[in-house]
């Protein structure tokens, strides 16, 4: 299959090339299209032989449930068994935005597109080109990010290319995503609240709606593993096994992950750095909070932003830059273990082979 790409402007996008690329989805096709958070590759909701395609063209396993994606709330409302106040109050402060809701599913979404589960992940993106595209389609479009399972998320037309390339219809190149990092993800469907994967929307800020929201026990810093290479190993082989619905989907531990060996230190970052340099190993350091100054024919660096927001906007970019600098190991300094920095630190997890940082205090 060829796969054509389309500019389209970021934030008045072109109805013409908009209703091209929703006249792909309605006949069953598979579209890559920009949101505020990372490039999302859509099929229609309601269409298992569509949806099946998604999982085929990512090579996902199929226990691993897709968000849905809406222009409305009143849609989004007719696609969950129930509406509790707490959707509600979420829906009316971050939606359209990057926020992902888990409700219990109705009849009308496939089990194909929820894993098998009884649970349905719902999502309003803010992102101009996403809206217009929902709008114009008039169809529920389950997107999950736009690239190959377990490699990194695509936060630009051309990483979807790279990944996706051959495999799916069209790609709508909006330029790069804003926010970088995939979309917060919070339980609904139980009796309290969960946070199971943090994004752009800090945990104070959904405190301010729903302040008896919790973390899912993963994302307590005390979770942090010091013994990274073993559980990477045995989770991330029993997940993508098993046939039956993940109990907590979104935790399988292998993730987001570069080509080239990801080591997050903290706080001596740029003494692995040298030491894999006499190693003969090629280095990418993404330097972050220090001044140390290396210089190497086989190193590239980047200084990361020192604001959490912008760092985030930037992380997978950078990742893939490194990826195709061809290095062998990716050194990246750790941000502190704060709550503004939590989304990080979750896809740096997923993402890296080493975690090396004083274990925090019980
Ligand atoms: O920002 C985003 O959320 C992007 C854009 C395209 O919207 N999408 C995205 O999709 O990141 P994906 O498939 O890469 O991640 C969706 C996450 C997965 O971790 C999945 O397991 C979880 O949401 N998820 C989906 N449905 C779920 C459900 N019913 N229960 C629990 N987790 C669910
Ligand atoms: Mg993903």
Redesign the pocket.
């Known amino acids: 299959m060829t796969t054509e790409i389309m500019p389209v402007h970021p934030h008045s996008p072109q109805h013409i090339i908009v209703e091209r690329a929703a006249e792909i989805l309605r006949r069953g096709g598979l579209v890559a299209?920009p949101?505020?958070?990372?490039?999302?590759?859509?099929a229609n909701a309601l269409d298992p032989v569509a949806v099946q395609r998604i999982f085929t063209a990512k090579g996902?396993p199929s226990n691993?449930?897709?968000?849905v994606?809406l222009a409305s709330s009143e849609a989004a409302r007719e696609l969950c068994a129930n509406w509790p106040a707490s959707a509600q109050l979420l829906a009316e402060r971050f939606w359209p935005g990057?926020l992902?809701l888990?409700l219990p599913?109705s009849e009308t979404i496939p089990g194909l597109?929820?894993?098998g589960?009884?649970?349905?992940?719902l999502?309003i993106?803010q992102h101009p080109v996403?809206l217009a595209l929902l709008r114009a389609v008039k169809l529920p479009i389950a997107?999950?990010?736009?690239?190959r399972s377990t490699e990194l998320?695509s936060t630009k037309a051309d990483h979807v290319l790279n990944s996706l390339g051959g495999r799916i219809d069209m790609i709508l190149d909006g330029g790069p995503t804003p926010?970088g990092?995939?979309?917060?993800?919070i339980?609904l469907?139980g009796n309290v609240p969960t946070l199971?994967?943090p994004?752009l929307i800090s945990p104070h800020d959904l405190r301010l709606v729903l302040p008896d929201l919790q973390l899912a026990a993963h994302l307590h810093s005390n979770a942090a593993d010091s013994n990274k290479e073993s559980k990477q190993n045995s989770t991330a082989v029993r997940d993508e096994q098993s046939s039956t619905?993940?109990i907590?989907?979104?935790?399988?531990s292998k993730?987001y992950s570069p080509r080239a060996k990801l080591e997050c230190w903290s706080p001596e970052g740029w003494r692995r750095v040298q030491e894999l340099l006499s190693e003969g190993a090629s280095v990418g350091w993404l330097r972050w909070g220090h001044q140390t100054n290396l210089r190497h024919s086989r190193l590239k660096v980047f200084d990361m932003p020192a604001d959490s927001l912008a760092y985030g906007s930037c992380l997978y970019a950078k990742l893939h830059d490194m990826d195709e600098a061809n290095v062998t190991h990716i050194v990246l300094d750790l941000p502190p273990d704060e709550e503004h920095w939590l989304a990080i630190r979750d896809r740096l997890r997923r993402a890296s082979t080493v975690w090396h940082e004083p274990l925090a205090s019980v």
């Open positions: 299209f949101t505020e958070t990372v490039y999302g590759l859509g996902r691993n449930p897709l968000i994606h990057p992902t888990i599913k597109v929820t894993g589960g009884p649970t349905v992940a999502r993106p996403a997107a999950p990010s736009a690239n998320t926010g990092l995939e979309s917060t993800v339980d469907s199971l994967r994004g619905p993940l907590s989907p979104g935790l399988m993730h």
